[in-house]
């Protein structure tokens, strides 16, 4: 692991000022920095490195949040390994405080862990929520994947100070952040989580699919994200691939912003992109999703995440 710690003078330094615009205020500043999130990984099951991939990105599954002086990371897929090597040059030697929340344990969703770059250093502080894993308990998966023959170093032998906490109630909060959970359409035990901070409230939802339009459940996920600012949710499939993949547990794109408009969402981003889309098609997507919102005169902006782009949230959602 020592070679992955290492990380060039130039991209440390280039880290470090971007981050200084970034970086929350200190308490007691006059003023706060706003609530921002960004994406570090936004592809579903597998990474997809590549030519064809390059626009919007190849990792999977990892956004930050940085809101009323808390980090929190949601999911661990290997977008994390980027945002750990961009924490570890913007703190330098500064101890880390960070809360890793967790949808569920599959490999898309927690493959960053072992290469993030915070578990390495002693001073550091790593907190992981999230729900039993299926069939075993969360801690058991998420050491599983760090046992040899696996990987080198098991979880319980890096130097930070990693707590895992397994939820047992639906409302928590981490540090003044209150976050609602949702148990979502997907195989295995998976959820959905909205976070209330100062500036507004986003909600994730990566891996989901919807049940049948104007159905109870639906209802249900209605109440839960309405109002929400920033919707991140599964858009797997357009309508045509969702025909051959109903049951699988990932979003249909028309679907989704179906249930984002009639919840008044603020601003939608597809997420989870299918790992057989190239650029050219998830575009092809989001335009088709824009001319749904016209159609139906709608206010909800969309936007197909990407990897590298920021969002605040406040007054109006910036990107
Ligand atoms: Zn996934
Ligand atoms: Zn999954």
């Known amino acids: 692991m020592k070679t992955a710690a290492r990380m060039d003078d130039k991209a440390r ?9 970034a970086r929350p205020a200190p308490p007691g500043s006059p003023v706060p920095a706003p609530t921002r999130l960004k ?13 064809t991939t390059v626009h919007y990105g190849g990792n999977t599954s990892c956004v930050e949040v940085r809101a009323d002086g808390q980090i929190i990371v949601l999911d661990a897929g290997t977008g994390l390994r980027l945002l750990g090597q961009q ?15 967790l949808t569920h344990t599959h490999w898309d969703h927690i493959q960053g862990l072992p290469f993030f770059l915070p578990v390495y250093e002693p001073q550091n502080q790593l907190r992981i929520l999230g729900f039993e894993g299926a069939r075993h308990g969360l801690e058991v998966v998420l050491a599983g994947q760090m046992e040899s023959p696996f990987f080198p170093i098991g979880l319980r032998e890096v130097p930070a100070n990693v707590r895992i906490e397994e939820l047992k109630q639906m409302r928590f909060r981490i540090g003044p952040v209150r976050v609602q959970a949702y148990s979502t359409y997907h195989p295995g035990k998976c959820f959905g989580y909205r976070l209330f901070t100062s500036d507004g409230s986003l909600a994730f939802f990566p891996d989901n699919e919807l049940h049948q339009p104007d159905g109870s459940e639906n209802r249900k996920l209605i109440d839960f994200l309405h109002g929400t600012d920033v919707l991140i949710m599964d858009t797997q499939f357009d309508t045509e691939e969702y025909q051959q993949h109903t049951g699988w547990g990932h979003g249909c794109l028309d679907d989704v912003v179906a249930l984002a408009l009639r ?22 997507m ?7 919102v016209t159609a139906r005169k709608g ?18 959602v910036r990107v």
């Open 13 to 21: 330094s280039a880290a470090r000022a971007a981050a200084a615009k």
């Open 39 to 51: 994406f570090w990984g936004v592809r579903g099951s597998i990474p997809t490195p590549g030519p």
């Open 87 to 101: 924490l570890v040059a913007e703190f330098d030697a500064q101890p880390l405080d960070l809360t890793l929340l």
């Open 263 to 284: 919840a008044e969402v603020m601003k939608l981003f597809m997420f989870h992109h299918d790992p057989n889309h190239d650029d050219a098609k998830i575009s092809q």
């Open 286 to 292: 989001l335009a088709h999703a824009r001319r749904l």
């Open 299 to 316: 206010k909800l902006q969309i936007e197909a995440a990407r990897e590298g782009v920021t969002v605040e949230l406040g007054a109006a």
